[in-house]
């Protein structure tokens, strides 16, 4: 079984590495320029702003529901 790491840097892109041993920069750095890598990111931000946007949503479903509530 291999767990999963995920890394955030600086500008804002994230790495999928595998927290083994075998994890070598070499291998990582050709995983980085392969359009797998590419294709995750771009489906990690898309996933991020999604996620971001439905918690705002319900963030703010839940706080006029509340108001309305106390009244």
């Avoid at 790491?5 to 994230?14: E, I, N, Q, R, W």
């Avoid at 590495?17 to 771009?42: A, E, I």
């Amino acid at each position: 079984m291999y767990s999963m790491a995920f890394s955030v840097k600086p500008d804002g892109l994230g790495i999928f590495t595998k927290s083994t041993s075998f994890s070598t920069t070499y291998s990582l750095s050709k995983f980085m320029y392969s359009p797998l890598y590419k294709k995750l990111t771009t489906l990690f931000e898309v996933y991020q702003l999604f996620s971001s946007h439905i918690f705002g949503l319900f963030g703010y479903i839940f706080m006029i529901s509340s108001k309305k509530l106390i009244k």
